[in-house]
């Protein structure tokens, strides 16, 4: 299961969706189009408003900047992450705390 965490500082992407098989998995594939994207929105928008770690089966995303458009890409992405629980619900977790 992929287990989604959002701090105030923090979001954390964790785990694989064991939807299907590596290369045919659509919530994993899903889940890294979502993460890249974002991530890619706002560091072109503004280098220095997040910093972000990948490694296999774990992408953490540290919030730098508070400013309202990273506020929005940020809870978009939460959002379309949350749409995916709904319909994957054995396969994505979304946890706020």
Same mark, same amino acid.
């Given at each position: 299961?992929?287990?989604?965490?959002?701090?105030?500082? @923090?979001? $954390? =992407?964790? /785990?694989?969706?064991?939807? *299907? &098989?590596?290369?045919?998995?659509?919530?994993?594939?899903?889940?890294?189009?979502?993460? @890249?994207? $974002? =991530?890619? /929105?706002?560091?072109?928008? *503004? &280098?220095?408003?997040?910093?972000?770690?990948?490694?296999?089966?774990?992408?953490?995303?540290?919030?730098i900047s508070k400013d309202e458009t990273t506020k929005k890409l940020l809870e978009n992405?939460?959002?379309?992450?949350?749409?995916?629980?709904?319909?994957?619900?054995?396969?994505?977790?979304?946890?706020?705390?």
């Open positions: 299961m992929i287990k989604v965490r959002v701090k105030p500082e @923090t979001i $954390t =992407v964790s /785990g694989h969706a064991f939807y *299907d &098989k590596e290369g045919k998995d659509i919530v994993c594939s899903s889940v890294s189009s979502i993460v @890249t994207t $974002t =991530v890619n /929105g706002i560091l072109s928008l *503004d &280098k220095k408003a997040i910093k972000y770690s990948v490694k296999k089966g774990l992408v953490k995303i540290n919030i992405m939460i959002d379309l992450f949350k749409s995916l629980e709904k319909d994957y619900p054995k396969n994505i977790k979304v946890e706020r705390e």
